[in-house]
């Protein structure tokens, strides 16, 4: 049964703290997106990336968040330094076409 | 204005009725529409996508796509309590080859036992 998978699925930290969300893409897909879910602002792209190069990051604050896809295999997104508001369901999906979506990392920045 | 629009919820409906979601989006050359369903907690989970004018079904969902008027719907025929969930439209940006998906706010449904 192939699915995206993420960890952690959930990350209570300090302001200031550096978090690390992960996500393994199903096999054989080739296009990556990080996405951000938050009442208020609802689902919002972040970044994605296609065949591992990144295409489009402009949804992400840029002094604070990074996003890198080391291998196929792998993706990653990083918050340094982490503030309150960033506190979201943080979603990998991965698909040819079709996205489909891993169970996300709850982050709750204190 | 918002690039995908949804009408606003909660949506209450009668088990065994028909559930009727719609979606309007502003990007003209928009080619391929998804819908996702989401339940309280949970990731979204793909449900239907249409890439050409009129019906296609799959199961008790049908889901209806109008370019001209760009409008793309989604019927939950026999709702279930099993449907109550978050309904999120999906639209992918025009002229777009890399299946950005741009999506609505979403719409509750509460189907009634």
């Known amino acids: 049964d192939a699915r995206v998978t993420q960890t952690p699925r959930h990350k209570v930290t300090e302001m200031g703290q550096e978090v690390t969300m992960r996500c393994q893409p199903i096999?054989?897909?080739?296009?990556v997106f990080w996405y951000r879910q938050t009442m208020m602002q609802g689902l919002e792209l972040l970044a994605y990336?296609?065949?591992?190069?990144?295409?489009?990051d402009s949804g992400m604050p840029k002094d604070r968040f990074s996003a890198e896809m080391p291998d196929a295999t792998l993706a990653t997104l990083k918050i340094q330094p982490s503030e309150p508001r960033d506190s979201a369901v943080y979603f990998c999906?991965?698909?040819?076409?079709?996205?489909?979506f891993g169970p996300g990392t709850r982050l709750t920045v204190l | 204005q918002k690039e995908v629009e949804q009408n606003s919820g909660p949506l209450s409906v009668p088990e065994g009725a028909i559930a009727s979601l719609n979606c309007t989006y502003s990007?003209?050359?928009?080619?391929?529409f998804f819908w996702y369903r989401q339940y309280s907690g949970k990731s979204p989970e793909l449900i239907m996508f249409?890439?050409?004018?009129g019906d296609k079904e799959d199961g008790r969902f049908t889901a209806q796509l109008n370019k001209a008027s760009q409008y793309v719907s989604l019927l939950i025929r026999d709702s279930q309590p099993s449907d109550s969930a978050t309904y999120l439209c999906?639209?992918?940006?025009?002229?777009?080859?890399?299946?950005?998906?741009?999506f609505g706010a979403g719409t509750t449904v509460t189907v009634r036992a």
């Open positions: 999906a991965s698909g040819p076409i079709e996205q489909f």
């Open positions: 096999l054989g897909h080739n296009t």
């Open positions: 990336f296609r065949n591992r190069a990144p295409l489009d």
């Open positions: 990007d003209r050359g928009s080619q391929s």
């Open positions: 249409i890439y050409s004018n």
């Open positions: 999906a639209v992918n940006m025009a002229g777009s080859n890399d299946y950005k998906l741009s």
